[in-house]
Nanobody, 114 residues
């Protein structure tokens, strides 16, 4: 069974870069056909897909976040990462990593505040 675990700082200052890592166990992030996503949910709002990286390393980003978002991977560690630059308090949310087959991490709260 695939398991995903998000990790990273819970508090980020405005204008800084938010960095989160998703560690995957139970399968390889290079398994053919898999897409690995970052999704967030701001308080009181719905889920927002931010972008994904696929089994071959290709990325796709939400148009609204594309200018600030970067998703990369480390195949030796079976991890993929999210970087969101120039954060504001509006980026405060629970951040999830997920696999296209329906597996999700438990989520991690990130608060943007000075």
């Amino acid at each position: 069974q695939v398991q995903l675990q998000e990790s990273g700082p819970g508090l980020v200052k405005p204008s800084q870069t938010l960095s989160l890592t998703c560690t995957v166990s139970g399968d390889s992030i290079t398994t053919n056909g898999y897409y690995w996503a970052w999704i967030r949910q701001p308080p009181g709002k719905g889920l927002e897909w931010m972008g994904n990286i696929n089994y071959s390393g290709s990325t796709l980003y939400s148009p609204s976040l594309k200018s600030r978002t970067s998703i990369s991977r480390d195949t030796s560690k079976n991890q993929f990462t999210l970087q969101l630059s120039s954060v504001t308090p509006e980026d405060t949310a629970v951040y999830y990593c997920a696999l296209s087959e329906g597996y999700w991490g438990q989520g991690t709260q990130v608060t943007v505040s000075s």
